[in-house]
């Protein structure tokens, strides 16, 4: 079966501090498609990055950066020098390959709620 | 990408009434799936709806409760019926990854409180 944990469920920072945002995930399957989403108050869903399993070159995108080893199953997202406007619940998903299928669905870990304080 | 438009985005129902929530895509798309999210909660996958066939539901949740039309490749609406308190949650529609797209996509999502 596959699974998702996210571990932190809040984390608190004060602005300028980097944080790193946990996720672990389990599959028996060697194909799969990793995501990071962040859902700010207003409730709608940002997709933030996608990481192919093949694919274990770290990202950085900004203030972003993703660390994906999948030798310990996990892809971790690093916010350096935070800001308030971060301050949301982040979610980390997992869905398998091939997509389309009659299964295929993103499984979602807990969420790890990010408060930013000025 | 896709363009997905939900409606309402939030709504305060009386308890024992039913709220149809809408999802529109900008582009014909096989699958779309149906989330709860619970205050303080992930995503809880309700159900696939498949245009021409019976929305597949998950464990825990049944048609009765929460009917879904599909009738057509980009529209569906699901019903939140007879609704309680324990209704009271942001529901999200989705379409998954898949041919041309390697991301999901979400409506904005319907934010639903049951007094």
């Known amino acids: 079966a596959q699974k998702v944990t996210q571990a932190q469920t809040e984390i608190s920072v004060v602005e300028k501090e980097d944080v790193t945002l946990d996720c672990v995930y389990e599959t028996r399957d060697t194909t799969y498609y990793l995501f990071w989403y962040k859902q700010p108050p207003s409730g709608e869903l940002v997709f933030l990055i996608r990481?192919?399993?093949?694919?274990?070159q770290n990202e950085i995108s900004g203030r972003y950066s993703w660390n994906f080893q999948k030798s310990t199953s996990s892809f971790n997202f690093t916010i350096t020098a935070s800001q308030v406007v971060d301050s949301a619940v982040y979610f980390c998903?997992?869905?398998?390959?091939?997509?389309?299928?009659?299964?295929?669905?993103?499984?979602f870990g807990t969420g790890t709620l990010l408060a930013v304080q000025p | 990408s896709a363009v997905i438009s939900q409606k309402p985005s939030r709504d305060i129902c009386q308890r024992g009434t039913s709220l149809t929530i809408q999802c529109q895509v900008d582009s014909q798309v096989t699958m779309m799936f149906w989330y709860r999210q619970q205050p303080g909660q992930s995503l809880t996958l309700i159900a696939t709806?498949?245009?021409?066939?019976?929305?597949?539901?998950e464990s825990g949740f049944v048609i009765d409760k929460f009917p879904i039309s599909r009738p057509n490749l980009t529209f569906s609406t699901l019903t939140v019926s007879n609704m309680s308190p324990e209704d009271s949650s942001i529901y999200l529609c989705s379409i998954p990854p898949g041919t041309g797209h390697t991301e999901a996509f979400f409506g904005q999502g319907t934010r639903l409180t049951v007094v």
């Open positions: 998903a997992l869905i398998m390959v091939p997509l389309g299928g009659a299964t295929n669905k993103l499984i």
């Open positions: 709806a498949n245009q021409g066939s019976e929305a597949t539901y």
């Open positions: 990481r192919n399993s093949f694919d274990e």
